[in-house]
């Protein structure tokens, strides 16, 4: 029920904006292109609204409850990437006038084995973000409504389906700005509305963290999937039904679907490889990849995958070209630094409630949900449910935004630049993408979502990050150097994920480069391209494709009419000259 | 020399003749190749060491229209070769008598320059080359000819402006000028940005932003021309504003539509212009709901068998597809009474289209 009141509202007006989007801006006679030119606010507005995924509005939250508050390094990451790509890359990238890496190789080394390879580099970078999207989604709505993770999953799916066929391709500015704006509405005020209402003690609590040993009061903990609990004292639970069941001493299962309410006092099972919510280490404020240890090294390895993968994000670099020229897409990444910055002040009052009043969600591997789950907690009246309604919409917003440009993206990778073909084919090319990433994050329910889409970031990070930097301002740079580096980046990292999944586990610091690559993926990367690009020429037309990156375009020529007289009257004028300066 | 993949024996038996032909082939297409720059070019050396050896003489050299020879080979003893340059620049017939000739090369009837032989047996061969020349500075002269045409022909539709337009414009501004000074104003602004976007020399590509500038004062004229009869609305998505596209693409369709579908009626109609991103296309639709056309009309014009004076649809569909292939021509749906709708779509990013 709350799930329905709180998705069909997000879908409806989503698709209204789309639809109407284009139609809002009808005018008969005074209309003015210039007017219609997109501000570097809104913009960056829309930049935030498609970047700001589920991972981030609940990822984040749930990282803190499970790992400590070390965890609030990935927004730090994720908002300094966009210092990264002002600096580095937005302007040059919007004056090549390409949309994509791909077109982006294309226009610099004219290389179509590059164009390839980079599609394949979006495939791998968009599944890497796109799983955790639908995950988590499915996640939050199986929690809502009761049902089985996979139901949820399947019904995002749908939703996404029908939102693209409903108009959805056209993935219009206005749609992720206000996208960006639900988000932080629906993400502040309950958050506001959460410290105000849990009173001192668990304020108190929560800036004094203990470690999560016994539980609180009686606890109600469904298991959606399979779970090896190490048990230390023997445990009496009820299962739903009324019966009751002790776990003995030792390793327990529990199987997938299964509820039970584990009574006041009783100890917290441990999982292995696990410190519980508050245990030793929680509060500091450094990244422990995988419990580890070596923090400096983890969290150093996750801010340099996120800082330099943020300017290879397929969708995004994407948004850069709606701005009118280079200045101003440099200022939208100035901005969207600021409005990623008011939002990821939050993810950190979730988490550290969530440890205080939904701990056992550790337990489960379900920790995503913490924010969603945290006002029926504090409420279990009608402002509860409705504070769940708004933050469910708010999730569910955000994995819509995210999901809907990176499966553009996606498919405009495999039918232009794999595949040769019109639109037919992408419309088709994004419902079998859309398919193809709810299969596979159906077997993802127990991988975090900040980590999924870290692994992005990495993957990002190790190939678009040297293409583009050394593309702009590496003049040596030559298309079999650039080939080089980023197949070397892209399997070094795919190889490390690999290992991370399905490989034998292993120990120490050797864990960290292993589960998170980057520190020494990105500067193979680099080295690869440096190398092999000074043992070949560069391409001849190298001065004037450097030239074209970096000169200033031509001032607006419909505004540096002469006849364009700053003097004209009318009201929308006089407007455009405020919108432009 | 030409290279034969391949040693298989049982090709043997007709391997001499095929590679002396094919190398001779080879040398020729050289030959024309080098002289693509014209006779006064940076190969022209190049060409005539192969002319030497395809016709096996002592010497061979081409001179240009400025009399500049360009020689290969040992100087004929006895024979001063350039008064034979000379004399053939003068009377464009050939020269001089075996072994030492020089034979006019002429491109459309044209003289262009001027071969020497020295050394050479049989006055054939030497002809035949000097043909093999001049075809191929012919081929050269023509292509340059159809790229000037193709630079006209745009040309020509920037200048396209209807006169018939221009006085219409002109006596509603005057008409205005003392009922409604300020309106008249602002009506020869647009005029002024009209002219000078139809008329200015800029590059091959502009931003849909400036074209679709373009297509608002035009319709603001044709408004005050028109009055009611006219409603115009226009509706772009800013996502596509930046891209790149051709100049005075989207302009032409629009005057078609106020041109042909609703100038011809009495009733009022309406002109839609949309813009939006379709994944990585960008979509520009021009819609009226004036009198239409038979599809099979339609059809024609875009084939370029229509009207002379609506060049404009042929020669945007044509522009359309030599920037960005085949597969982007127009798209015109209509039927007799049903108005016409003429779609565009574009890469939203092409290697090479930048304004």
């Known amino acids: ?581 | 020399m030409s290279v034969l993949p391949g040693q298989d024996p049982a090709a043997r038996s007709w391997r001499p003749l095929k590679r002396g032909a094919l190398a001779t082939l080879g040398v020729a297409m050289r030959v024309a190749g080098d002289v693509a720059g014209g006779l006064s070019g940076p190969r022209v050396r190049a060409a005539v060491r192969g002319v030497r050896r395809l016709l096996e003489v002592d010497g061979t050299g081409l001179a240009d229209l400025s009399g500049r020879l360009e020689w290969v080979g040992q100087t004929p003893s006895g024979v001063d070769v350039m008064s034979l340059v000379e004399d053939v620049l003068h009377s464009e017939t050939k020269a001089g008598r075996l072994p030492t000739v020089a034979l006019p090369l002429h491109a459309r009837d044209e003289l262009s320059g001027v071969l020497v032989v020295a050394g050479a047996s049989r006055m054939g061969p030497v002809r035949d080359v000097a043909d093999w020349i001049s075809d191929a500075l012919e081929r050269n002269r023509l292509e340059a000819m159809a790229d000037q045409a193709a630079q006209a022909e745009l040309r020509a539709l920037r200048a396209e402006i209807s006169p018939h337009f221009v006085y219409n414009a002109l006596t509603v501004i005057a008409s205005l000028v003392r009922s409604d000074p300020d309106r008249s104003r602002e009506l020869m602004l647009d005029f002024a940005d009209y002219t000078r976007y139809s008329l200015a020399r800029h590059g091959d590509y502009t931003t849909v932003a400036d074209e679709f500038h373009a297509i608002e004062t035009y319709l603001a004229l044709q408004r005050a021309v028109l009055g009611d009869r006219l409603r115009v609305q226009i509706r772009v998505a800013p996502e596509v504003l930046a891209v790149a596209i051709p100049y005075l693409v989207l302009q032409p369709l629009v005057e078609n539509a106020v041109r042909h579908g609703i100038e011809p009626r009495s009733r009022s109609g309406l002109v839609q212009v949309r813009g939006e991103a379709e994944g990585s296309d960008c979509v520009i639709s021009i819609e009226d709901d004036g009198v239409g056309m038979d599809p099979a009309v339609a059809e024609r014009v875009l084939a370029g068998h229509g009207r002379s004076d609506s060049v404009g649809l042929t020669n945007v569909d044509r522009r359309l597809r030599n920037v960005y292939g085949s597969w982007f021509g127009l798209v015109v749906e209509t039927a007799p009474d049903a108005g016409t709708r003429v779609v565009v779509r574009v890469p939203m990013f092409q290697p090479g289209v930048m304004p």
């Not at chain 1, 500091?284 to 993968?309: K, N, S």
């Not at chain 1, 495999?414 to 994004?430: E, K, M």
């Not at chain 1, 864990?511 to 000074?534: D, E, K, N, R, Y």
Request: hydrophobic share 55%; with cysteine; charged share 10%.
């Open chain 1, 1 to 581: 029920m709350i799930a329905a009141l709180a998705v069909a509202p997000v879908v409806l007006i989503t698709l209204l904006i789309g639809l109407r989007g284009v139609a809002a801006m009808r005018t008969t006679s005074d209309f003015l292109v210039a007017s219609r030119r997109v501000s570097p606010l809104l913009n960056s507005a829309a930049v935030s609204g498609e970047y700001l995924s589920a991972a981030s509005f609940l990822g984040v939250a749930g990282l803190v409850v499970k790992d400590g508050l070390g965890a609030l390094w990935y927004p730090v990451g994720f908002t300094a990437g966009y210092i990264a790509m002002l600096a580095l890359v937005a302007a040059p990238m919007r004056r090549s006038g390409a949309l994509t890496v791909p077109d982006f190789a294309e226009a610099r080394l004219a290389s179509p084995p590059l164009r390839r390879l980079a599609a394949v580099a979006i495939l791998v970078i968009g599944g890497l973000y796109l799983v955790p999207q639908f995950r988590t989604a499915g996640l939050v709505l199986s929690v809502v409504s009761g049902s089985q993770y996979w139901v949820g999953v399947v019904i995002a799916g749908v939703v996404v389906a029908v939102t693209l066929a409903l108009g959805g391709m056209r993935a219009a500015t206005y749609v992720q700005a206000f996208q960006f704006c639900l988000k932080l509405v629906l993400f502040i005020i309950p958050a506001i509305w959460l410290l105000l209402r849990v009173g001192p003690d668990v304020r108190q609590e929560a800036v004094n963290p203990t470690e999560f040993t016994h539980f609180g009061h009686d606890t109600a903990v469904t298991f959606r999937t399979a779970v090896t609990v190490d048990i230390t004292t023997p445990t009496t639970v009820r299962d739903t039904a009324g019966g009751e069941l002790t776990m003995p001493v030792g390793e327990f299962q529990i199987a997938a679907g299964s509820e039970y309410i584990f009574p006041e006092g009783a100890a917290v099972p441990g999982l292995k490889g696990q410190t519980p919510p508050g245990g030793a280490g929680w509060e500091r404020p450094l990244i422990d990849v995988q419990g580890e240890g070596y923090p400096l090294l983890g969290t150093w390895a996750v801010l340099l995958a996120t800082m330099l993968g943020t300017m290879g994000l397929p969708h995004v670099l994407m948004r850069f070209h709606t701005s009118p020229d280079g200045r101003a897409a440099r200022r939208t990444a100035a901005l969207t630094v600021v409005l990623l910055s008011a939002f990821y002040l939050f993810p950190g009052i979730y988490g550290v409630l969530g440890r205080v009043l939904v701990p056992q969600l550790y337990l489960t591997g379900a920790t995503d949900t913490a924010v969603v789950a945290l006002p029926s907690q504090v409420d279990d009246g009608a402002w509860g449910d409705a504070f769940t309604a708004l933050l469910t919409a708010g999730a569910f917003a955000s994995f819509l935004a995210t999901s809907l440009g990176l499966l553009l993206v996606v498919s405009g990778a495999i039918s232009h630049d794999l595949l040769a073909g019109g639109l037919r084919q992408l419309r088709v090319t994004v419902f079998l993408a859309a398919v193809a990433v709810v299969l596979l994050a159906l077997p993802a329910a127990r991988l975090d979502a900040g980590i999924l889409v870290t692994w992005g970031f990495t993957v990002a990070a190790s190939t678009f990050s040297p293409l583009l930097v050394l593309g702009i301002w590496w003049p040596r740079l030559t298309a079999a150097g650039a080939i080089a580096g980023v197949a070397v980046g892209l399997l070094a990292t795919a190889g490390a994920i690999v290992m991370t999944l399905f490989g034998s586990p292993v120990h120490g610091w050797l864990a960290i480069l292993v589960a998170q690559p980057a520190p020494w993926s990105v500067p193979l990367a680099f080295g690869t391209m440096v190398v092999v690009s000074l043992f070949g020429r560069p391409p001849p037309w190298t001065t004037t494709a450097m030239l074209r990156l970096h000169l200033r375009e031509q001032p607006e020529r419909d505004l540096g009419h002469s006849t364009f007289g700053l003097d004209r009257s009318s009201t929308v004028r006089r407007m455009v000259r405020r919108f432009v300066r």
